[in-house]
Structure formats: structure tokens, C-alpha cells
């Protein structure tokens, strides 16, 4: 099972690098990039299994601090809103909108990384 963990966190861990990497190139055109929805929806999806997976307490591991997961899960709730709605009305987008994305997704690294 904790390979089918990292396997998870690996998969996580991309999905938030092709937004974060996406965003970051298309900071300056009011554009999202083609893969940003599908990177949020894997590190959604990812992330909401492995912490079924701790709180459900296989193999090796602690269960999850709920208050960290609930931040991270509404940060991840809202970027992925905002890429959804990015890439349905293409035409709404501003650079605005993309550099809120870029900068909730690096709160949401952070969150993983610093809160202990």
C-alpha cells in the first residue's frame, strides 16, 4: 500500500506542476494553458485519495491534520474553479485571473510543505 501511496503523491505532485508550470508561462497573455484543467483535476482528485488513504490508517501512516486538509482542499476547490471557468469562457480570462491561480496554487504548495 505505500507504494500505491507514492504513486499518488508522485501523480499529486505533477498535477500541481503542470498548473503552477502552465500558469506561470501564460502569466503574461490572459490565457490559461491547455493542460491546467486536467493538472487541477488530477491534483484534486489525487489529493482527496491519499487522505482517504491516512485517515483510513494503512500501513505506515499518521492520519491527516483535518485542519490543513480542509485549507488545502478549498484552495484546490478554487483553482480548479477558476481554471474550469478559464477554459469554458476563454474569453473572460484576464491576467488577473491567471496570476490568482498561479498564486493559490503556490499557497497551496506552501500550506503542504510548511504547515507541520
Given at each position: 500500500?505505500?507504494?500505491?501511496?507514492?504513486?499518488?503523491?508522485?501523480?499529486?505532485?505533477?498535477?500541481?506542476?503542470?498548473?503552477?508550470?502552465?500558469?506561470?508561462?501564460?502569466?503574461?497573455?490572459?490565457?490559461?494553458?491547455?493542460?491546467?484543467?486536467?493538472?487541477?483535476?488530477?491534483?484534486?482528485?489525487?489529493?482527496?485519495?491519499?487522505?482517504?488513504?491516512?485517515?483510513?490508517?494503512?500501513?505506515?501512516?499518521?492520519?491527516?491534520?483535518?485542519?490543513?486538509?480542509?485549507?488545502?482542499l478549498v484552495v484546490a476547490l478554487?483553482?480548479?474553479?477558476?481554471?474550469?471557468?478559464?477554459?469554458?469562457?476563454?474569453?473572460?480570462?484576464?491576467?488577473?485571473?491567471?496570476?490568482?491561480?498561479?498564486?493559490?496554487?503556490?499557497?497551496?504548495?506552501?500550506v503542504a510543505v510548511?504547515?507541520?
Amino acid at each position: 500500500m505505500d507504494t500505491v501511496y507514492g504513486l499518488l503523491v508522485v501523480l499529486h505532485l505533477v498535477g500541481w506542476a503542470i498548473v503552477l508550470g502552465g500558469c506561470l508561462v501564460t502569466l503574461r497573455q490572459p490565457a490559461f494553458p491547455k493542460g491546467a484543467l486536467h493538472g487541477a483535476l488530477t491534483a484534486l482528485v489525487t489529493g482527496i485519495v491519499m487522505t482517504g488513504l491516512r485517515a483510513a490508517e494503512v500501513g505506515d501512516l499518521e492520519p491527516p491534520d483535518n485542519a490543513k486538509i480542509a485549507v488545502k482542499l478549498v484552495v484546490a476547490l478554487v483553482v480548479t474553479g477558476l481554471v474550469w471557468f478559464g477554459t469554458r469562457r476563454p474569453d473572460r480570462v484576464s491576467r488577473g485571473l491567471v496570476g490568482a491561480t498561479l498564486g493559490l496554487t503556490l499557497l497551496n504548495v506552501l500550506v503542504a510543505v510548511l504547515w507541520r
